[in-house]
């Protein structure tokens, strides 16, 4: 049986091929990171969550490879395809790119909308993704997004026969006389077309205007001069079509970006001591009933179960970190694990591949490197182990260092490793040269410096007896 169920037919381009030049960076602009991800894959995502499975041409041509490999290392569910512009002809010469060849055919044959947008519109929000991939109404040419601005320097002006009337043209910046330059509507390079006049349009563009380039906007005129109907939409929330063009407006479009994460959370139990000044990546999980202290910035796939209170500048790079546990002001962390009902910090340093066990206590200027530290246990101070597995229950006094580089190499390892096993009590002020083993229960004396194993329920003592000599000190001052 034929399914008789709408599908919102609705295609998608994405113009990513411009250099990008006021950025001064390295990577192409719509790769640049917004809250740590590039900002491509924010209209990617919003793509995604509203018309799933939907064709989206982007058309790339600067560092084209990058932007091909960086997408294609997500799983975007859509069903995406690079359209090559080998040069940057302006916005209707893209599209045109698009549109001249099978992928546009595709959607003039189904007889689509086409949903035109800019990749660098890091802002765009569902409610927009969906006003626009709504089905066009008959007769409809195309549909224009607009919003006014108290700013509107750079943008194309939106031209109007009188000020509510219908829009003939979209005038762009360089073009504009000093009049059209007072007009606060803008063009915002976000559009939905029927598929057919799209692909007939972006053929008979000219660029005859200041940039000699094929500007999309002039679709407008094309439209209006032909009695075509263009149905236009003034978008009130000015913040979800920021565009980005200079790291200043990068910037605005981060803290736009985290505002919007952190009011998320905040309305689903996470208290902020301060709502701006924390960051939060889109990535992060934070449960409810958590509170986080000002300066605090989690990032990547860092998640933090529920009952967990982060301190001030607390720093957490793919950190999972267990129900209950205590972060303190200004411990950094990255790639580890946090078990439940820990309390770390503050200051303490997590480096890559540190598993703390639930209970456990970290204290301050403790560093962990490639160590599992299991439950019931404590480092409370001033300590470095690195490459060392740790059970439970132990103890490990003020100033102890896993001495786990010696110059050798050992079966190709630069670095040995440190075992300590359960019930191990290490006094303060102690080293262990790796690699070595503290068995089971056994005890290291303070001031030791450990490099043979110690045995089960032995004690070890690795430093020099003490001499006594009566009344040198009161000796040594008369002299
Ligand atoms: C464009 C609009 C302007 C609108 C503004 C909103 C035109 C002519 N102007 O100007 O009316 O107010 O966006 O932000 O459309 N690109 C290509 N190939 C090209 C040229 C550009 O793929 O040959 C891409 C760019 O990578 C970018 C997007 O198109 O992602 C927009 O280009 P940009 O140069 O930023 O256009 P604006 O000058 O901002
Ligand atoms: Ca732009």
Redesign the pocket.
């Known amino acids: 049986m034929p399914s008789t169920k709408k599908t919102s037919n609705t295609s998608v381009i994405i113009?990513?091929?411009?250099l990008?030049k006021r950025m001064y960076s390295s990577l192409p602009?719509?790769l640049v990171p917004v809250c740590g991800r590039p900002m491509l894959f924010n209209s990617l995502l919003e793509l995604e969550s509203v018309i799933p499975n939907a064709h989206v041409a982007i058309?790339v041509?600067h560092q084209k490879e990058k932007v091909i490999e960086q997408v294609s290392s997500q799983n975007f569910n859509l069903k995406i395809e690079f359209i090559e512009?080998p040069e940057?002809?302006?916005?209707?010469?893209?599209v045109k790119c698009a549109m001249a060849g099978a992928w546009g055919k595709r959607a003039v044959l189904n007889k689509e909308n086409v949903f035109v947008l800019?990749?660098?519109l890091p802002l765009l929000s569902a409610e927009l993704v969906k006003e626009m991939s709504e089905p066009l109404k008959r007769g409809v040419a195309m549909k224009l997004l607009t919003a006014v601005l108290n700013d509107p320097f750079?943008?194309?002006r939106i031209v109007r026969k009188s000020k509510k009337g219908p829009v003939l043209r979209?005038v762009?910046q360089k073009d504009a006389t000093a009049r059209e330059k007072e007009i606060n509507e803008?063009?915002?390079?976000i559009y939905t077309f029927q598929a057919q006049f799209l692909a007939s349009g972006v053929e008979a563009l000219k660029n005859n205007n200041a940039q000699k380039?094929y500007?999309?906007?002039d679709l407008v005129q094309a439209a209006s001069s032909k009695k075509r109907e263009i149905e236009t939409k003034i978008w009130e929330n000015v913040d979800d079509v920021r565009?980005v063009?200079n790291p200043f407006e990068l910037s605005q479009a981060g803290e736009v970006l985290n505002s919007r994460i952190i009011r998320n959370f905040a309305m689903h139990g996470v208290r902020f001591t301060s709502l701006s000044n924390c960051r939060v990546e889109p990535t992060v999980k934070i449960a409810a009933d958590v509170s986080i202290g000002p300066g605090a910035v989690l990032e990547g796939k860092t998640e933090i179960a529920s009952g967990v209170t982060i301190g001030a500048n607390v720093v957490l790079k793919n950190v999972k970190v267990g129900a209950g546990a205590e972060v303190k002001a200004g411990t950094y962390g990255e790639d580890s694990i946090i078990g439940e009902n820990v309390k770390i910090g503050p200051y303490a340093h997590l480096r890559p591949e540190s598993v703390v066990g639930k209970n456990s206590k970290i204290g301050n200027f403790v560093e962990l490197k490639k160590t599992t530290i299991g439950e019931d246990t404590s480092v409370a101070h001033l300590s470095y182990l690195g490459d060392a597995t740790v059970g439970s229950h132990v103890n490990i006094g003020c100033g102890f260092v896993t001495c786990n580089f010696d110059g050798r190499i050992i079966d190709g390892q630069r670095k040995h490793k440190t075992t300590i096993e359960d019930h191990v009590f290490v006094g303060s002020d102690c080293q262990t040269v790796a690699p070595v083993t503290l068995k089971k229960g056994s005890y290291v004396a303070s001031g030791s410096t450990v490099t043979e194993d110690v045995p089960e329920e032995a004690l070890a003592i690795a430093r020099c007896r003490q001499v006594t000599k009566p009344g040198y000190a009161k000796k040594l001052k008369e002299k």
Do not use: P, R
Request: aromatic share 6%; charged share 15%; hydrophobic share 30%.
């Open positions: 113009l990513a091929a411009g990008g602009k719509v058309v041509g512009q940057q002809k302006g916005t209707g010469h893209a800019s990749g660098d750079g943008y194309g979209i762009e803008v063009g915002l390079s380039e500007y999309l906007t565009g063009n």
